[in-house]
């Protein structure tokens, strides 16, 4: 466990950890083959599409401790996803690779009622820890451990806690409208499926009909409302769509389908996170042959009169990480913000988890945290603003700190193999040879990341592109040919012999 007391030294031992950093605007002598590469770096940032775009670009040589491309690289700019690089190493810091988080199942001690003992006489309390990685399998699970030992029936309520996290399901400057879909599914103690259903659409037998829909799981309790119909291939309709307004509870499904199409599968949020995860598990009780008498009801798990029945474990850290860096998990992202906000302040929110993000990276990076802001943690909001330098010196600290490198450099994604950069520097010159981290959305798009040149040397960097108009092809194309352009950067000039 990391102890925040002695941040003050803990922050001086770190800047002079540090120290090989050159201050800003100390110009290096540069090779003709540097200017070369100099110049071509700025061709590519004059491009006609690139024209009112606000572009920040650091680089930072490992071997040398030399920054060697500096563009707008202290400017505060919107990282999208990049931000998570950030969170990554913060909770590496200090959870480590193999901490976990975990959903109990809880019962009263004293659970018999006269002289049957299959009865539990009181509530039975599901505790929700946080798991972003919560299953439908996991709750079969639980369920299947509890008749295991013996319980039939239970003649209190099924309690919900969902304390382990505050109340608050969105972030700070997360898109209202946006809230219906997998990227921006509510944050709560309770993350069953990604706090998402699968929705599966079929047109109807006849032209006119309504369109038949199913929700998995089917114990979800998804409202619907579902106002799509059946169309023949000779007339026209609007398209199909499925969506839930701001935070209404209502899903509605609705447009056309073409009579004899194939199944639409679209995956939508649940606009109630505790209930869907408790009538989940419901359903799996009664699966499992039992009974709740007294239904559904939220509160708090008494601390000292319960006993642990059974224990469903996400995955350790190191692999959640893996999945908010290489898949661009945002339900992860902040799911670790608020475990870090109770592990280091005791409260699972976005204020107290932040704050915890700004301390560890003071700590480990050196970073002046009023000098940045993070308003959430997988970079959905445009609230968030960070410069490339910072990007940099955080990724450059987790290289060469071992107990965080090994699990943040295997988390990144690789070029033209894996994660969100699987499609992306697939030639055979690139592919391989960059692990990274992309950020996109509207207006922004950005990569920060590590490459090894073509002559070895390791290098760190950070790419943010914010304010342009339309597709964001034409930017990540200037993106990736300035990443190629890295891979060829020369190497340092070797030291002359007297």
């Not at 319960?306 to 959640?320: E, G, K, N, R």
């Not at 699990?407 to 969100?420: P, Q």
Request: glycine content about 8%.
């Amino acid at each position: 466990m990391h102890r925040f007391a002695a941040i003050p030294v803990l922050l001086a031992l770190v800047v002079a950890a540090c120290a090989p950093v050159p201050p800003v605007g100390l110009a290096p002598v540069r090779t003709p083959s540097e200017e070369a590469i100099e110049e071509r770096i700025d061709a590519i940032l004059a491009r006609p599409e690139l024209a009112p775009t606000n572009v920040g670009f650091a680089v930072w040589s490992l071997d040398r401790n030399a920054w060697l491309v500096e563009r707008n690289a202290d400017k505060l700019f919107v990282p999208a996803s990049t931000a998570k690089l950030l969170l990554a190493v913060a909770t590496l810091h200090t959870f480590g690779p193999a901490a976990a988080f975990k959903t109990l199942l809880l019962a009263d001690r004293e659970r018999s009622l006269a002289r049957d003992d299959s009865v539990l006489a009181s509530n039975l309390y599901l505790v929700g820890g946080g798991n972003p990685d919560l299953s439908t399998g996991d709750l079969m699970d639980l369920a299947e451990r509890l008749r295991a030992i013996g319980i039939r029936h239970v003649q209190g309520n099924l309690v919900l806690d969902a304390t382990h996290f505050d109340s608050t399901a969105f972030g700070p400057g997360w898109m209202w409208d946006e809230t219906a879909y997998p990227y921006s599914a509510r944050v709560n103690a309770f993350m069953l499926n990604g706090n998402t259903v699968r929705i599966t659409i079929r047109p109807g037998k006849t032209v006119g009909d309504t369109v038949r829909v199913a929700v998995s799981p089917r114990s979800a309790g998804l409202p619907l409302a579902v106002n799509a119909t059946t169309r023949s291939d000779t007339t026209s309709g609007p398209p199909l769509w499925v969506t839930r307004a701001g935070d209404l509870p209502v899903t509605v499904v609705g447009g056309s389908m073409l009579i004899g199409s194939s199944p639409v599968v679209v995956t939508r949020t649940v606009p109630d996170a505790a209930a869907y995860a408790g009538s989940v598990f419901l359903d799996a009780l009664a699966s499992v042959g039992m009974s709740v008498e007294g239904g559904l009801a939220f509160g708090v798990a008494p601390d000292d009169s319960a006993q642990v029945v059974a224990v469903a474990s996400s995955a350790p850290t190191d692999l959640l990480v893996r999945r908010l860096l290489k898949e661009s998990d945002n339900l992860v992202g902040e799911t670790l913000v608020k475990q870090l906000g109770r592990r280091v302040n005791g409260e699972g929110s976005w204020p107290a988890g932040l704050s915890a993000v700004r301390r560890s990276l003071a700590a480990f990076a050196g970073l002046d945290s009023t000098a940045y802001c993070l308003a959430d943690g997988s970079g959905l909001s445009r609230y968030t603003q960070v410069s490339p330098r910072m990007i940099v010196r955080v990724i450059a600290r987790a290289c060469d700190e071992f107990t965080v490198a090994p699990e943040f450099l295997s988390a990144l994604a690789i070029a033209g193999v894996d994660g969100t950069l699987a499609r992306r520097l697939t030639d055979g010159d690139v592919a391989g040879y960059v692990r990274g981290k992309t950020g996109s959305m509207s207006s922004v798009s950005s990569l920060s990341g590590v490459l090894v040149t073509k002559a070895g040397e390791r290098l760190t960097f950070s790419l943010i592109m914010n304010g342009f108009v339309g597709s964001s092809a034409q930017v990540r194309g200037a993106q990736d040919d300035l990443v190629r352009l890295l891979r060829r950067y020369p190497p340092p000039r070797k030291a002359s012999s007297r």
